[in-house]
């Protein structure tokens, strides 16, 4: 879609009406950025589709006339931003889409900080049994693998020591694996998706996991997911923005002499 427009706003620009070129190069740009705001709208979140079309050129150009300086430079320029801006707006939905996507038919399988901590390690655990698909590709947020670094030094000795024992295991298989995922047999993966560049980082932790499990299913057109976590209040939360949610049983949880809940 996105490319799509930027080649309706390159098309834009090959009008030609004489003396009148400039004002109907801005009326069929404007009705062009209309479709857009209309299209995008449910596309993306409101503040980037105003930040992607409505640039402090854009006002110029909608108040502009006969009497303007210099109109067709404007509008020009105008328009060859905003089709530098929608192809860069592509490139990057592009990359969100494959960051976030699985293998086609996987179940999207998301782990809160305290299933690591709680339940025995992703690579012990059998979780197309436990999420009901055959083929289940495991994500850890990046913040969970940041909570579980700030868990190390907790005052809970038996969570620090599972902590502990944990993160450089995950280190050692993620950073031997580079940046695809890791496969701990044929029907079960793992991997931490990292967005390039600066991110949003929420201080609750609970509101950036469940910011991750609603971006893969943004970019992934509802692929199949499901949050599992032990956090009652995690379980509302993500019930309530319409993400399925499960809880490890028991039987492959910790045993309570060696570790306690986190705080």
């Known amino acids: 879609m996105l490319r799509g427009f930027a080649n309706d706003a390159n098309t834009v620009r090959a009008v030609t009406a004489g003396a009148d070129r400039s004002l109907l190069m801005r009326d069929q740009y404007l009705q062009l950025i209309e479709r857009m705001e209309f299209a995008l709208s449910h596309q993306l979140v409101l503040d980037d589709v105003h930040r992607l079309l409505h640039t402090d050129r854009y006002w110029h150009v909608l108040d502009m006339d006969s009497a303007t300086p210099r109109p067709y430079p404007l509008v020009n320029a105008e328009i060859e931003s905003r089709m530098a801006a929608l192809t860069e707006a592509a490139d990057e939905l592009a990359a969100r889409i494959a960051l976030w996507s699985g293998p086609e038919g996987w179940h999207t399988t998301v782990l809160d900080t305290n299933v690591l901590v709680r339940v025995e390690p992703p690579w012990q655990v059998p979780?197309?049994?436990?999420?009901?698909?055959?083929?289940?590709?495991?994500?850890?947020?990046?913040?969970?693998?940041?909570e579980l670094e700030k868990l190390k030094y907790t005052n809970d000795t038996k969570v620090r020591q599972v902590v502990r024992k944990l993160v450089p295991q995950l280190e050692s298989k993620l950073l031997d694996n580079g940046s695809d995922p890791i496969r701990l047999d044929p029907k079960i993966t793992l991997e931490v998706p990292v967005e390039p560049g600066l991110r949003d980082r929420p201080i609750h932790a609970d509101e950036e996991i469940l910011t991750t499990c609603e971006s893969i299913l943004q970019f992934t057109g509802r692929q199949e997911l499901t949050l599992v976590t032990d956090d009652t209040g995690m379980h509302l939360q993500a019930r309530a923005r319409g993400i399925a949610t499960k809880r490890v049983p028991d039987e492959f949880k910790r045993t309570l002499d060696e570790v306690s809940d986190p705080s």
Do not use: H
């Open 127 to 146: 979780w197309p049994q436990i999420v009901g698909r055959d083929c289940v590709r495991l994500v850890i947020p990046l913040r969970v693998i940041e």
